[in-house]
């Protein structure tokens, strides 16, 4: 969800957003599942999330996202009843038929006033676009030993946000 402020320049316009919600897990997890729940969130194995964003049409346009973390530094921090809110906005310009990434590393950096490192962290990139976009997430995931890598990539449907 974007911040209040941008919320009121969006209804401004009073126009349609898409907003894309992508799931994010990047960084390792050396914990094994005990019988309480504090030793580990997921499986054992390092995780890395990577998402695409294409802009396929002819106009420009600017992207913002938000991005909402439920685990930091391998503990949940939005554990029901708790909840979480944006940890890092940003902006970018998507030219005609132009593509941008946001990996680990991005995430990482847009979560330090979380406190995120390489540890384990677990959230929501928010992605809201005047235009339809197309957003693909690449999911990896291997063993500690990293013998065993499985990628899955996913298409993220838009949804209609009428502000305004």
Known sequence: MPTPDMLKQMALTKRKYFVYNVKFVCGMQKNKF???CEGAIVSRGIYST???ILNY???????IKAFIPVVVNNKAIAREPETQGIAGVDRVV???FNATMD????ITEMLKKAGADDQLKIGFVEIISPIQ???VAVYTVTN????NPTINVVPVEPRSLSIG
């Open 34 to 36: 005990e019988s309480e």
């Open 144 to 147: 500690l030993e990293q013998t």
């Open 94 to 96: 998507l030219k005609p």
């Open 133 to 135: 976009l197309e957003v």
């Open 103 to 106: 990996d680990c590393c991005k």
């Open 57 to 63: 049409g002819p106009k420009e346009t600017t992207v």
């Open 50 to 52: 990577e998402i695409n």
